[in-house]
């Protein structure tokens, strides 16, 4: 399932299944950005980031897709497991503007 | 050492009351970050610290002021909070001011803090 990460709405997926987060960045000078998950009483944890000079990127599990045209980013995650429950959070930075900027994230909830 | 560490995890106080967090990082990273996060929502910048140097100040109340005493510490001091102030405190830090580097911006897991 898709979600847009917008109003922290929720994306419910069953274990096993594919997730894919989107975001949609507000600068089109950001040239960094990073997901981040951040579990319940716990701060953001890094995931994984691009730069604007890429358009795809893969981790352990995860896939990070940017689309400058249409300023949006997306979070894969392969074979959900439940301790991906959490709520992910799509950031956006220049180094020449500053300033780290979140968006409003993705809870995650995984069903057995 | 790649973590970011905050103490308390947890803080109860008064109105009145004066009390700190503290946040410590020895990754060699030149900038701290104070952030507020409120329930369900994305940080929000409170101050910037590049070379033990307050960098940024965004428009935060007076009865927070932060302090950095050396490159690996940076602390939070509160005076005369209100119950609106209760939120999860997060330090971050990163190589340069806003250069997010191999793994981005470090948060620590935050201060949870309650005013009463």
């Known amino acids: 399932g898709e979600s847009v990460g917008l109003h922290l709405p929720t994306l419910s997926v069953q274990e096993g299944d594919n997730s894919i987060i989107n975001c949609a960045y507000s600068?089109?000078?950001?040239?960094?950005f990073i997901w981040y998950k951040q579990e319940s009483g716990k701060g953001p944890q890094f995931i994984i980031d691009?730069?604007?000079?890429?358009d795809k990127r893969q981790g352990q599990r995860v896939t990070v897709l940017l689309n400058k045209t249409v300023k949006h980013l997306s979070l894969q995650i392969a074979a959900t497991q439940p301790g991906d429950s959490a709520v992910y959070f799509c950031?956006?930075?220049?180094?020449?503007?500053?300033?780290?900027?979140f968006g409003a994230g993705t809870q995650v909830v995984v069903t057995p | 050492d790649t973590e970011v560490t905050q103490t308390p995890k947890h803080l109860v106080m008064g109105m009145t009351n004066k009390k700190s967090l503290k946040c410590e990082q020895h990754?060699?990273?030149?900038?701290m970050y104070w952030y507020k996060q409120k329930a369900k929502k994305p940080p929000e910048l409170m101050f910037v610290?590049?070379?033990?140097?307050?960098?940024i100040n965004e428009s935060v109340p007076s009865r927070f002021s932060p302090e950095c005493p050396n490159s690996s510490l940076l602390n939070l001091h509160l005076h005369a909070l209100q119950p609106e102030d209760s939120a999860l405190y997060l330090c971050?830090?990163?190589?340069?001011?806003?250069?997010?580097?191999?793994?981005?911006?470090?948060f620590g897991s935050g201060t949870r803090l309650t005013v009463v």
């Open positions: 971050a830090s990163s190589q340069e001011e806003w250069t997010g580097g191999t793994y981005g911006y470090t």
């Open positions: 600068n089109s000078a950001s040239d960094y």
């Open positions: 691009i730069r604007s000079n890429m």
């Open positions: 950031a956006e930075n220049s180094d020449s503007w500053g300033k780290l900027q």
């Open positions: 990754m060699g990273h030149r900038a």
């Open positions: 610290y590049s070379y033990e140097k307050l960098s």
